[in-house]
């Protein structure tokens, strides 16, 4: 497995690759085949919240889809140990979704997929509030930086991929993205999967047969449901 570690306006140090080395082989316990992890460090030159001025980003690289976490932090260190929680997270997200298209339809509880890792006291895993304080900085930095800075638009391109629903919702949790695109294979539309709440997710897709005044609405069931249904 290849790591690689690059920063932007900071220097990589030899004590931050060998703890990020040593924190990464529980990567090989969750993921199979992992070719490559990049781990990509940036810090902002002009920061209003110090507390944030760092963002670590860490992507497995495998035969798969690629799996994503992104954190922010007072130092390099912090940002990492709160995105490496994120990654864990993902990682037996994913290897429990493969068991379940193995034969297993038992989905994993949440306990028992997080009840090796150490509580706080409020009973809350380390990864739960981790993510809870990652997500209270963030609010926190947008809610301070909300009247004096500019609208901005970040555009990105990525190439436009075929698959079922099913398929783009769990890219869509692996990546950790709010949405994900994509092509429909079953209508051949562009289309768009996000979360709506728990086990439960929508799908926007352009039809232009439509009229400005016209929507088409329906409900389906994914795998997991399928699964279920199965084991019942």
């Given at each position: ?21 040593e924190k990464i082989t529980k990567v090989d316990q969750l ?140 890219r869509m949790e692996l990546v950790g993205h709010p949405f ?42 994914g795998y997991r449901d399928k699964a279920m249904a199965t084991?019942?």
């Amino acid at each position: 497995m290849e790591l690689n570690c690059s920063g932007r306006n900071i220097t990589i140090s030899d004590r931050f690759r060998e703890y990020v080395d040593e924190k990464i082989t529980k990567v090989d316990q969750l993921a199979t085949k992992v070719q490559r992890i990049d781990v990509k460090v940036l810090k902002e030159a002009h920061a209003r919240d110090q507390s944030t001025a760092l963002s670590v980003e860490l992507t497995v690289v495998g035969r798969g889809p690629a799996i994503r976490a992104e954190a922010r932090g007072a130092d390099k260190f912090a940002a990492f140990d709160i995105a490496f929680a994120k990654l864990l997270e993902r990682l037996r997200k994913a290897r429990d979704k493969r068991k379940v298209h193995r034969g297993n339809h038992t989905p994993v509880a949440v306990h028992q997929a997080t009840g090796s890792l150490p509580t706080a006291s409020s009973g809350k895993s380390l990864v739960e509030e981790t993510i809870e304080a990652q997500k209270a900085a963030e609010a926190a930095e947008a809610q301070e930086n909300a009247e004096y800075s500019p609208v901005v638009i970040r555009r990105k391109s990525f190439p436009a991929e075929v698959m079922s629903v099913d398929d783009a919702v769990d890219r869509m949790e692996l990546v950790g993205h709010p949405f994900y695109l994509f092509i429909d294979e079953a209508t051949g539309e562009h289309a768009v999967v996000y979360g709506r709440t728990q086990y439960q997710y929508g799908v926007i897709s352009l039809d232009p047969s439509l009229s400005s005044n016209e929507e088409a609405t329906k409900e389906t069931r994914g795998y997991r449901d399928k699964a279920m249904a199965t084991e019942g």
